[in-house]
């Protein structure tokens, strides 16, 4: 079988199956400590964090200011690497990649969405053709029917054509989101992904997640905000760089 074949947000985006093949969880993180070092100080973001993200849920992430949120999804999204324990996505262990294996298992497997909807999405680019763009980058390419129909199932009826100019910032997310999910990444990751958005606008892009999530995707999510985490079917608690129970 393909890479492609069976996924989510292809031919089919509402009923093509999970793979078979897929890992039990979408990434886990065993023993991982990560410290950032400057030429006066060194910080612990993360000690000894050992957890599961599963398939087809939205985890959120929460803690204090500084307890290492942001550390911890850097981590998962293959973006950085931890100084001490494993990491693996997708079933592949991130920690022993250099930084040219992360960037191509991170193209392949992971989204990441930024907290500012426009940072996300290529001005030039219409919404189609955004989400054509991220899923030939995934190594999955979509026809136009197949984005339009994404697009569809996240509100954006009827805006295929415009480009982020045109979106409101709620509409610029659910984009995002859309250009995050197609081509089946193992992970969506999403820092403070509200944190610009005003209610109406956070409610449509939460219950977009839930929606997608309900259908496979896995998404780790940071924030301070009460409506993510009533989307959340589960929790990551950090303080000081260590995982705290509830
Ligand atoms: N590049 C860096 N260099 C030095 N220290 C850093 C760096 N990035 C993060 N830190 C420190 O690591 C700790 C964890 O930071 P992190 O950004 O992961 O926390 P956070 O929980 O996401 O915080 P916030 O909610 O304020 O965004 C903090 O003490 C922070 O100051």
Redesign the pocket.
């Known amino acids: 079988m393909s890479d492609h074949e069976g996924s989510r947000f292809a031919a089919d985006p509402l009923d093509a199956p999970v793979p078979a093949a897929a890992p039990a969880a979408a990434a886990t993180c065993r023993g991982v400590g990560k410290t950032?070092r400057?030429a006066t100080e060194s910080?612990t973001?993360l000690d000894d964090v050992t957890l599961s993200i599963p398939r087809a849920q939205v985890t959120v992430v929460v803690?204090?200011?500084?307890?290492?949120?942001?550390?911890?999804l850097r981590l998962l999204a293959c973006i950085d690497s931890p100084d001490t324990g494993e990491v693996h996505v997708a079933g592949q262990r991130v920690d022993r990649l250099g930084a040219r294996g992360r960037r191509r298992l991170r193209q392949r497997q992971v989204a990441y969405l930024f907290q500012r909807p426009g940072e996300n999405l290529l001005p030039y680019l219409d919404a189609v053709a955004q989400v054509r763009l991220a899923a030939s980058l995934r190594g999955a390419p979509v026809t136009e029917d197949d984005a339009v129909a994404l697009l569809d199932r996240l509100g954006l009826a009827g805006r295929a054509g415009h480009h982020p100019a045109q979106l409101s910032g709620g509409e610029q997310q659910r984009l995002a989101v859309a250009c995050g999910v197609v081509g089946d990444p193992a992970l969506v990751v999403a820092d403070e992904p509200t944190a610009e958005l005003d209610t109406a606008a956070a409610e449509l892009v939460l219950a977009a997640m839930e929606d997608l999530a309900a259908a496979g995707v896995a998404f780790v999510l940071?924030s301070?905000d009460p409506r993510v985490m009533a989307i959340a079917d589960g929790f990551v608690r950090?303080d000081h760089?260590r995982l705290v129970d509830a």
């Open positions: 950032y400057t910080v973001a803690g204090p200011s500084g307890s290492g949120k942001s550390s911890l940071s301070h950090l760089g």
